[in-house]
């Protein structure tokens, strides 16, 4: 995604918080092949931490999109450590959306939930329009 924004001479500014949920060395690699672009600053931080979130708006004033990826993933894992769910799905989505609302010249927010989100619904294929408010897990209901 970022490379594709690059090649078409967006600017962009990455933030990822290197969770080990998944192999951070992958992640590390990935960073690796952006760096070298003068369109590509990276702020290593979580999306929950308002105040460096927050200051985005001042350090890069022309920010107009969001494209929001960053989340804690795992249905099972849900069970588990409820926590990090609510803490990076809510309240990073929420810190999300309030950066938003500090740029002057926003317009676009691309955020991806899950189909999870459609619970045990057995029709396919699923729609946006379809119910979200029987989630089967906290992953589901966070997404
Ligand atoms: N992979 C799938 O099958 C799938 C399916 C449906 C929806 N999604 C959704 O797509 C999005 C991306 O998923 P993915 O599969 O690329 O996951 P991923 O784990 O590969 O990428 C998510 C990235 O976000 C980072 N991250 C996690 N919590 C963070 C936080 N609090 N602050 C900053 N960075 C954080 C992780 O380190 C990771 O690099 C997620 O919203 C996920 O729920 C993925």
């Not at 092949?33 to 931080?45: I, S």
Request: charged content about 20%.
């Amino acid at each position: 995604m970022t490379r594709a924004l690059l090649a078409r001479g967006d600017a962009v500014v990455g933030t990822d918080n290197f969770s080990d949920y998944y192999d951070p060395r992958l992640k590390f690699a990935r960073l690796t092949l952006l760096q070298n672009d003068k369109n590509f600053w990276f702020v290593q931080a979580d999306i929950t931490d308002r105040e460096r979130m927050l200051a985005l708006a001042s350090q890069h004033d022309d920010l107009s999109s969001i494209v929001h990826l960053a989340a804690q993933p795992g249905v099972v894992h849900s069970t588990i450590d409820p926590y990090i769910y609510i803490q990076a799905n809510v309240m990073g989505h929420l810190v999300m959306l309030e950066l938003a609302r500090k740029c002057s010249g926003f317009n676009h927010l691309v955020y991806a939930s899950s189909s999870s989100v459609y619970g045990r619904n057995r029709k396919i294929p699923f729609s946006a329009a379809d119910r979200v408010d029987q989630p089967a897990s906290l992953y589901a209901a966070t997404s």
